[in-house]
Antibody
Framework: EVQLVESGGGLVQPGGSLRLSCAASGFTFTKSGMNWVRQAPGRGLEWISY????????YYADSVRGRFTISRDNAKSSLYLQMNSLRDEDTAVYYC????????????WGQGTLVTVSS | DIQMTQSPSSVSASVGDRVTITCRAS??????LAWYQQEPGRAPKLLIY???SLQSGVPSRFSGSGSGTDFTLTISSLQPEDFATYYCQQTNSFPWTFGQGTKVEIK
């Protein structure tokens, strides 16, 4: 079964840091580009970051560039998002999703993990 | 960045109705467009990719069309499980931007 499972979400104060993880199984993770997408409460979807299969290419949305870092460990079939200097507006459900520049679509998706930035 | 604009923002329809959602890109994106369905409290689910290709396992009542800047998602006969929010996304160039979503509600 193809599966992505996120973890690491929680409550953090403004200015704080958090590291999200996404564990992949059931597909060839080492050959798949990966993404992070977030959704603020009651709002739409926002793509925030991409990493290629070899980690050689990374892209970020302007809203997170310089504060968030995407990475992966192919030996562990895991994707990560290091989030620093968190702001209230970063409060959202964070999803990891497979999909690279060859397939050009997001599938599969994880179930999401909630990050709440509040004092 | 490429802006994606969906219309309408919401639509009320009955079971059996034909529903059409449009998505317009601020610049040409060839056929690099995907459609997703999201039910409340659930992760998005891929329906259509490359503008008109049906994802495996998705019912044939869903179809997509278009290229360049104008795209359409059509549900030929609305079923109870189709009441959800639908998003388009361009994957022509980074950042891979989404439309604002279209909520399909029960009439």
């Amino acid at each position: 079964e193809v599966q992505l499972v996120e973890s690491g979400g929680g409550l953090v104060q403004p200015g704080g840091s958090l590291r999200l993880s996404c564990a992949a199984s059931g597909f060839t993770f080492t050959k798949s580009g990966m993404n992070w997408v977030r959704q603020a409460p009651g709002r739409g979807l926002e793509w925030i970051s991409y990493i290629s299969d070899s980690s050689s290419v990374k892209y970020y949305a302007d809203s997170v560039r310089g504060r968030f870092t995407i990475s992966r460990d192919n030996a562990k079939s895991s994707l990560y998002l290091q989030m620093n200097s968190l702001r209230d507006e970063d409060t959202a459900v964070y999803y990891c999703a497979g999909g690279g520049v060859v397939v050009r679509r997001l599938d599969p998706w994880g179930q999401g993990t909630l990050v709440t930035v509040s004092s | 960045d490429i802006q994606m604009t969906q219309s309408p923002s919401s639509v009320s329809a009955s079971v059996g109705d034909r529903v059409t959602i449009t998505c317009r890109a601020s610049q040409g994106i060839s056929s690099w467009l995907a459609w997703y369905q999201q039910e409340p409290g659930r992760a998005p689910k891929l329906l259509i990719y490359a503008a008109s290709s049906l994802q495996s396992g998705v019912p044939s009542r869903f179809s997509g069309s278009g290229s360049g800047t104008d795209f359409t998602l059509t549900i030929s006969s609305l079923q109870p499980e189709d009441f959800a929010t639908y998003y388009c996304q361009q994957t022509n160039s980074f950042p891979w931007t989404f439309g604002q979503g279209t909520k399909v509600e029960i009439k």
